[in-house]
């Protein structure tokens, strides 16, 4: 069983910079585990934010970007508003099913 | 546009069985498949399967195995997924979310069920 892990929380002031990053006890993120981003603001479902590593959906802001770093799979924010202040889930696809990471709380101070 | 609107809130006993259903609008509805999400009170997400709407795939989480079930209805673009035997520890939201080609997008609300005597 594919256990992901991403760090339990983070913090950041308004307007830097911060990565999130989202590993596979399998072994390096590749490609290939399409990885998919979410952003989950308390009260409210997910909502999506980047798929297949690092291409935005039609109404994440340009601030987000996903990549692969270090063999894991990476949200950074850049220019970080108030409003980005939420939990962040990544999800891998491996041997034929999909896992959610166990999410990172993302505080903006 | 695209929208996934889930039926609503449930309360079960222990040992019975709860079908959600979530109805799909704004697109061709065999075209895109489904994944099944639940999130625990104050816990994270978690994939319980995939169903897709125009063959016969459908993929559960080994540890649903035996207790889910998956169904499609074209006529109606709704999705169902059944669990059964329900404990306490079975007790959150359970989220449709569409998915095809790995890329999971459009969300539906959540339905809370709540297992308990």
């Known amino acids: 069983q594919t256990v992901v892990t991403q760090e339990p929380s983070l913090t950041v002031s308004p307007g830097g910079t911060v990565t999130l990053t989202c590993a596979s006890s399998?072994?390096?993120?590749?490609?290939?585990?399409?990885p998919n981003w979410f952003q989950q603001k308390p009260g409210q479902a997910p909502r999506a934010l980047i798929y297949?590593?690092?291409n935005r959906h039609s109404w994440t802001p340009a601030r987000f970007s996903g990549s692969l770093l270090g063999g894991k799979a990476a949200l950074t924010l850049s220019g970080v508003q108030p409003e980005d202040e939420a939990e962040y889930y990544c999800?891998?696809?491996?041997?034929?099913?999909?896992?959610f990471g166990g999410g990172t709380k993302l505080t903006v101070l | 546009q695209v929208q996934l609107v889930q039926s609503g809130a449930e309360v079960k006993e222990p040992g019975a069985s709860v079908k959600v259903s979530c109805k799909a609008s704004?697109?061709?509805?065999?075209?895109?498949?489904f994944i099944w999400v639940r999130q625990a009170p104050g816990q994270g997400l978690e994939w319980m399967g995939y169903?897709?709407?125009?063959?016969?795939?459908?993929r559960y989480a080994q540890k649903f195995q035996g207790r889910v079930t998956m169904t499609t209805d074209t006529s109606t673009s709704t999705a169902y997924v059944e669990l059964r035997s329900l404990r306490p520890d079975d007790t959150a939201v359970y989220y449709c979310?569409?998915?095809?080609?790995?890329?999971?997008?459009?969300w539906g609300q959540g339905t809370l069920v709540t297992v308990s005597s």
């Open positions: 979310a569409r998915d095809e080609r790995y890329i999971v997008d459009y």
């Open positions: 297949s590593t690092s």
């Open positions: 169903i897709s709407t125009s063959d016969d795939h459908i």
């Open positions: 999800l891998l696809y491996n041997d034929s099913a999909w896992v």
């Open positions: 399998t072994g390096a993120v590749t490609s290939g585990y399409y």
């Open positions: 704004g697109y061709t509805f065999t075209s895109f498949g």
